[in-house]
C-alpha cells in the first residue's frame, strides 16, 4: 500500500549520539566514542558515545528502579500503557520523512522503502501491541482442593533488547512495543552500524511522557555493550535478533549469568518452491522479491530458489531479466531499488561467496561483482545450476545472489528443503491444493508462505525452527514472552464447582 | 483522565479507583457544560445520510429537569426499520467496502470514533445532561471517560480475533474462522444512553458486524450525533444506521425482523421477556439481554464502617437509582446496625440536589414522569406493607421530575420494597445475622446482576463470593466497571456477557472449515 512519498531530508540533522538512560542524554563512562559509516559514501556520519559495561550497568539500575513495586511505570493502568504507545504511534508517523531519511542515511536502504514500509512497520508494531495491553489475562483454574487459584500474567522485569542493521528501526519497535505493553522496562543496543534512528526514537519516547528508567538506550558493540546486557544479572530477558553465531554466544552467556529467558531471531537458508503448475510469471516475480528485498539483507529471505525441472530454464531465464532491471544506485533517489550493503565486512563477505559459487561450478548467470567503484555496492546476482552441497547452498549469504536450484519431485524437493541446520522461512507456489498443505506442513519453517512471500505482520507470530532461533515474535505468543505467569492459590473455607 | 478517584476511607491504600460521581472540588477541573446546547439531529440515519420518517411521526424529548419539551424527535416506522436492515445488509455483503478491510483498519475507524467523541465531548456530555437530566459532573467523569475507554479497548481487539487450527482424526486440516455475525440489532436504554452505546457498539462494529441501533424514546438526542461522527469516523455507508422510536413500533419491528441476525437489548426484565418471545416466533436469531436486578449489597460487621457507609449510598443513589446495578437491597449484620441505619441518613440528606448543569449537583430528576410516579407508588407501597421510612419519602422542589433521596429502615425480604426493582433514589436496609443467612437470602430472588460484600475477613468475602448467583461481585466496593471485565445476569438479569474479550463472543459467529489433505503430520 504505497502513498505518494514526499522528498528525502538528504542531509538529515543528526541531534541525538548519546547514551539515553533515564529520559537524560549522557556520555558514557570510559569517555570513547565510536564512528558511524554512510555505506554510500564509506565515509564517517559522525561519532556516538560508545556504550560499555559500566554504562550498561548504570542503563540496568535505571531499568530497575523503574520497575520497583509502587513505581510509576507498576502502578499505570494497563489501558493507559496503550494510550503511551499509541502517542508515541502518532510522534513516529509525524516525523516520518526525517526517520525514513535518517535510516536510509545510516543504512544505505533505499529511501521510498524506508518511508513506504521499514516506519509503518515500526508504527504497527507499536498501535498492534498497544491493544494488547489490557488483554493479558490471566485465568482462574478449578484445582483439587478447597482453593481459589488464580493466574496473573505478570511483566517479566528488565528486558535487554539486542537490534540488528537490517531493519533498525523496525525491529527496535518488533521488541519495544510488546514489552512496554506488557509492562516491562527495555535496555536497547541497537546494531553500531545502525545507531541513530534509535537514538532518535528515544526522544520521541521522552516527548510522549513515558517514565523516566522505562526505556534505556546504549549504543555500541557486541562483545562489550551486548555482551554485558546478556551477562547482567538484574536483566530479566533477552531478546536479540541477529546471526546464529553470536545467537548462541547469548544463549551461553545466559546459561553463565542468572538463567535469563532468550529470545533469538536468527539466521536462515529459506527454500522457495516453486512447482511447474504455479502461475509462472507471478511465482518468478515473487522469489525475485523474496531473495533481492533490502539487497538481500533478510532474515527469512528466499536464498534457495527449488524449481521443478518442467518450468527450471524459463524461471531462470524470467530471474535473470527481473535481476538486470533492478536498479542500484543512490538510496534517496526515488525510483532506485537496491542500495548499497551495510559495509565493508559483509561486502567482503559477499563477494568471498560468489567466488565460491563460481569456483564450484554454480553457472553465474547475471552480475558477480562491485556495482561502481565507491560504496558498497554489489551487482544483482543470479546463479542456475546450483547444487545442494556448495557453499553458496547452505550458507547465509545476506546479499543480493540468488541460487535456483533445480527438483523432481515433491518428497524430494521436502527433504532437501529440511536438510538444513536453518529454518526461519520457507514458500511454495502451486496450484495444487494438495501439494500446497504437503508441503506447508512437512517442511521444518517457521512461517510457510503459499503463493506469497514476505508477507507478515505483527498480529502473526514470527521465528524460527532449529537454528533460525528460539521463541516467537507477533501475535499473542509473542507478547506472552513478555510476561511471566504467577499462579496464586488462596485457602477457602469450602470450595464448590 | 477524566475520571475522578474519591479517598474512601483509611484503610485504603492510596487513591481508591471507584467510579464515584466528580465532588465538586473535582468539578473544577471539567470543562463548562453547554447549558444553551440544542440537539442537532432528529431524523433516521441511513447509508451515512439523514432521512425523514417514513410516516411523518415524530415523538416529543423532554428535559426531566424543566418538564419542557426540547424538540421532536421521528418515531420510525416498520418501514424505516426495513430501509435501515436493507443499507445494513448490503454494507455487509461478500465484496463490500466494510467486508473487504483489514481487520487492523477496523481499529483505526474504532479508534477515530473514539477521537472524535473526545473532541466533541463537551457538547456531547451537555446534550446528554439536557436530555437525561443526569448531573454533568458525573456524565463527564464517569459516562463519557468509560464510553471512549470502551471504543479504544474494542479497537485493539479488532485484528486479535482468533480463530483456531484443530489437531481433530484423519487427513485433514481443520480450522475455525471467527466471522461476524451480521446485520446486528442494538437497543439502548435511557439511563446511560452513551455508555450503553458504546457497550454496544464498540464490540459490534470490532467483529466486523453492521448495525441498525434504536435508542430509547427518551433519550435518543446523543445516538443521533454519534451517528453522525460514525460517518465523520470514515465508516463506510451503512455499517451504522440509527432508527429513532419506541419499543412497540420502531423496536418490535427490529427484533421481529426476519434479515436481522442478532439482537442486544439493554432494558427491564418484562421487555427482555417480550423479545426474546419474538425472536422464538422468527429466525431465532442470536440474543443478548441485560436486564433489571435487585442487587444485595452485604455489609458485615467487621467492616470498615465509614467506607462500607458511603460505597453503599453511592451504590444505591448513584445515577437517582437508576442503574441496573443498584444495591437495592443493602443487608446489615445486626451489630452494626443501628449505627449503619444513622449514618446512611445522614449520608442521604446531605446529597446535594438540583440542576443538572450545576456542578455541585449530585442528584438530578429521574428521566420522567412515568418512572417518577412508579417511584413514588413504591414508596407507598413501602410505608403500607410497613417498612419504617427514615428518611426522605416525597417530591424534591415544585419543577422537575425529582425525588428526595429515601431510605427504609427495617425491611423484611417479603416486602414489595425488597423484591422489586424500583429503579429510583429509594434505599433498603434490611437486618442479617449470620454468613449462611445472608447468602440464602441474597440468592432468593429472579434477579442476579450483581452483589457486593463488605468485610475485611477474607473467608467470607471467598465464601459469598462462591455463593452467590450474580454476574458480578464486588468485594469491598461497588459499580466498579472495566472495558475489560465481563458483565452480565445471571437468572433473570439477561442472557449472554457484554464487555471484556466474551463481549465479542455475541457478535461472532464461529465457522469450522475441514481440509481433505493428502496426509497428515502432527
Redesign the interface.
Known amino acids: 500500500m504505497e502513498t505518494a512519498v514526499p522528498p528525502p531530508i538528504i542531509n538529515p540533522e543528526i541531534k541525538f549520539t548519546q547514551i539515553f538512560i533515564n529520559n537524560e542524554w549522557v556520555n558514557s563512562v570510559s569517555g570513547r566514542t565510536f564512528p558511524t559509516v554512510n555505506p554510500v559514501t564509506e565515509k564517517v556520519i559522525c561519532h556516538i558515545q560508545e556504550g560499555d559495561k559500566a554504562d550498561v550497568d548504570k542503563a540496568v539500575a535505571a531499568a530497575t528502579a523503574a520497575f520497583e513495586i509502587g513505581s510509576p511505570w507498576r502502578r499505570m493502568d494497563a489501558a493507559q500503557r496503550a494510550i503511551l504507545l499509541h502517542k508515541l504511534g502518532d510522534l513516529i508517523m509525524r516525523d516520518q520523512t526525517y526517520i525514513a531519511s535518517l535510516e536510509s542515511l545510516d543504512n544505505g536502504k533505499p529511501y521510498k522503502g524506508a518511508f513506504n514500509l521499514d516506519v509503518p512497520f515500526g508504527v504497527k508494531q507499536v498501535r498492534y501491541f498497544a491493544g494488547w495491553a489490557d488483554k493479558l489475562t490471566g485465568k482462574t483454574i478449578p484445582v483439587p482442593g478447597d482453593y481459589f487459584c488464580y493466574t496473573r500474567a505478570e511483566p517479566v522485569g528488565v528486558v535487554g533488547a539486542i537490534a540488528p542493521w537490517n531493519f533498525p528501526f523496525g525491529i527496535a519497535l518488533q521488541k519495544i512495543a510488546p514489552a512496554l505493553a506488557a509492562g516491562c522496562v527495555v535496555v536497547l543496543k541497537p546494531s553500531e552500524q545502525t545507531s541513530l534512528t534509535a537514538l532518535y526514537l528515544a526522544s520521541l519516547i521522552k516527548e510522549v511522557g513515558f517514565p523516566p528508567g522505562v526505556v534505556n538506550i546504549v549504543p555500541g558493540y557486541g562483545p562489550t555493550a551486548g555482551a554485558a546486557i546478556c551477562e547482567h544479572h538484574d536483566v530479566d530477558k533477552v531478546s536479540f535478533t541477529g546471526s546464529t553465531a553470536v545467537g548462541k554466544i547469548i544463549m551461553a552467556a545466559s546459561g553463565k549469568s542468572n538463567l535469563k529467558g532468550v529470545s533469538l531471531e536468527l539466521g536462515g537458508k529459506s527454500p522457495n518452491i516453486v512447482f511447474a503448475d504455479a502461475d509462472l510469471d507471478y511465482a518468478a516475480l515473487m522469489s525475485h522479491h523474496a531473495l533481492f528485498f533490502n539487497m538481500g539483507q533478510c532474515c527469512v529471505s528466499g536464498s534457495r530458489t527449488y524449481v521443478q525441472e518442467e518450468i527450471y530454464d524459463e524461471f531462470v531465464k524470467k530471474s535473470i531479466d527481473y535481476a538486470k532491471k533492478r536498479t542500484i544506485g543512490d538510496p534517496f533517489d526515488l525510483s532506485v531499488e537496491n542500495g548499497p550493503q551495510i559495509d565493508s565486512t559483509q561486502f567482503k563477505k559477499i563477494l568471498g561467496l560468489i567466488e565460491s559459487g563460481k569456483q564450484q561450478g554454480a553457472k553465474l548467470e547475471c552480475g558477480g561483482g562491485r556495482h561502481g567503484d565507491k560504496g558498497y555496492f554489489i551487482e544483482n546476482t543470479v546463479f542456475s545450476n546450483v547444487t545442494d552441497d556448495m557453499c553458496i547452498a547452505k550458507e547465509e549469504i545476506f546479499g543480493p545472489v540468488q541460487q535456483i536450484l533445480k527438483f523432481k519431485t515433491i518428497d524430494d524437493v521436502i527433504k532437501r528443503a529440511n536438510n538444513t541446520q536453518y529454518g526461519l522461512a520457507a514458500a511454495v507456489f502451486t496450484k495444487d491444493i494438495d501439494k500446497a498443505f504437503a508441503v506447508a506442513h512437512s517442511v521444518k519453517a517457521g512461517t510457510v508462505w503459499v503463493n506469497s512471500y514476505l508477507a507478515a505482520d505483527p498480529s502473526a507470530p514470527f521465528g524460527g525452527f532449529k537454528m533460525s532461533g528460539i521463541g516467537r515474535e507477533g501475535g499473542e505468543d509473542g507478547i506472552r514472552e513478555f510476561c511471566e505467569i504467577k499462579t496464586v492459590v488462596v485457602k477457602v473455607p469450602q470450595k464448590n464447582s | ?1 477524566l475520571l475522578f478517584a474519591k479517598k474512601l476511607g483509611t484503610a485504603s491504600s ?1 487513591l481508591q479507583k471507584a467510579y464515584s460521581y466528580a465532588t465538586a472540588a473535582a468539578a473544577t477541573a471539567l470543562p463548562h457544560p453547554l447549558t444553551n446546547v440544542k440537539p442537532r439531529y432528529t431524523t433516521v440515519f441511513i447509508n451515512n445520510e439523514w432521512h425523514k420518517g417514513c410516516d411523518g411521526n415524530t415523538l416529543p424529548i423532554i428535559n426531566p429537569a424543566t418538564e419542557e419539551k426540547i424538540g421532536d424527535v421521528v418515531l420510525g416506522n416498520k418501514a424505516d426499520v426495513d430501509k435501515a436492515v436493507a443499507a445494513a445488509r448490503a454494507a455487509f455483503k461478500m465484496g463490500s467496502a466494510w467486508r473487504r478491510i483489514d ?2 483498519s477496523r ?1 483505526t475507524l474504532v ?1 477515530r470514533l473514539a477521537d472524535l467523541m473526545e473532541r466533541d465531548k463537551v457538547y456531547l456530555t451537555s446534550l446528554e445532561t439536557l436530555n437525561a437530566g443526569k448531573p454533568y459532573t458525573q456524565v463527564c467523569s464517569f459516562d463519557m471517560t468509560l464510553s471512549i ?1 470502551i471504543l ?2 474494542y ?6 480475533i ?1 480463530g483456531k487450527t484443530i489437531p481433530i482424526d484423519g487427513d485433514y ?1 481443520c480450522v475455525t474462522r471467527r466471522e461476524p455475525v451480521g446485520v446486528c440489532g442494538l437497543i439502548i436504554p435511557w439511563n446511560f444512553p452513551i455508555l450503553m452505546l458504546a457497550f454496544k457498539l464498540a464490540p459490534a462494529l470490532a467483529a466486523g458486524n453492521t448495525i441498525v441501533l434504536k435508542p430509547s424514546e427518551k433519550t435518543p438526542l446523543t445516538a443521533l450525533y454519534i451517528a453522525q461522527l460514525c460517518a465523520e469516523a470514515g465508516f463506510p455507508a451503512g455499517v451504522v444506521n440509527v432508527v429513532p422510536g419506541d419499543g412497540e413500533t420502531t423496536g418490535a419491528a427490529l427484533v421481529a425482523h426476519s434479515d436481522v441476525n442478532k439482537i442486544t437489548f439493554t432494558g427491564s426484565t418484562e421487555v427482555g421477556h417480550l423479545i426474546q418471545k419474538s425472536l422464538g416466533e422468527s429466525n431465532l436469531k442470536r440474543l443478548t439481554l441485560e436486564l433489571g436486578g435487585k442487587s444485595p449489597n452485604i455489609v458485615l460487621a467487621d467492616a470498615d464502617l465509614e467506607k462500607a457507609v458511603d460505597v453503599s449510598h453511592q451504590a444505591l443513589f448513584f445515577n437517582m437509582g437508576q442503574c441496573c446495578t443498584a444495591g437495592s437491597r443493602t443487608f446489615v449484620q445486626s451489630k452494626i446496625y443501628d449505627e449503619f441505619v444513622e449514618r446512611s441518613i445522614e449520608k442521604a440528606n446531605s446529597r446535594i440536589i438540583g440542576d443538572p448543569f450545576d456542578l455541585t449537583t449530585e442528584h438530578g430528576p429521574q428521566i420522567d414522569d412515568i418512572q417518577y410516579k412508579q417511584v413514588l407508588r413504591y414508596i407507598d407501597i413501602g410505608k403500607s406493607e410497613g417498612a419504617k421510612m427514615v428518611t426522605g419519602g416525597g417530591r424534591y422542589g415544585k419543577k422537575g421530575f425529582y425525588i428526595q433521596p429515601t431510605v427504609f429502615k427495617d425491611v423484611q425480604d417479603d416486602m414489595t420494597i425488597a423484591k422489586e426493582e424500583i429503579f429510583g433514589p429509594v434505599m433498603q436496609i434490611l437486618k442479617f445475622d449470620t454468613m449462611e443467612e445472608v447468602c440464602e437470602r441474597a440468592n432468593k430472588t429472579q434477579y442476579g446482576l450483581a452483589a457486593s460484600i463488605f468485610t475485611k475477613d ?2 467470607k468475602a ?2 459469598l463470593v ?2 452467590i448467583q450474580s454476574g458480578t461481585v464486588w468485594v469491598n466496593c461497588y459499580n466498579v466497571l472495566d ?2 471485565a465481563p458483565f452480565g445476569g445471571y437468572k433473570m438479569s439477561g442472557l449472554g456477557r457484554e464487555l471484556g ?1 466474551s463481549g465479542l463472543d455475541a457478535y461472532t459467529e464461529s465457522k469450522t472449515v475441514t ?1 481433505n ?5 502432527s
Not at chain 2, 517 to 521: P, T, Y
Open positions: 483522565m492510596g481487520a487492523s481499529g479508534n475507554k479504544r479497548y479497537a485493539g481487539w479488532c485484528d486479535k482468533h486440516l477474607i473467608d471467598l465464601t462462591k455463593n472495558a475489560a474479550e481440509i489433505i493428502s496426509e497428515n503430520n
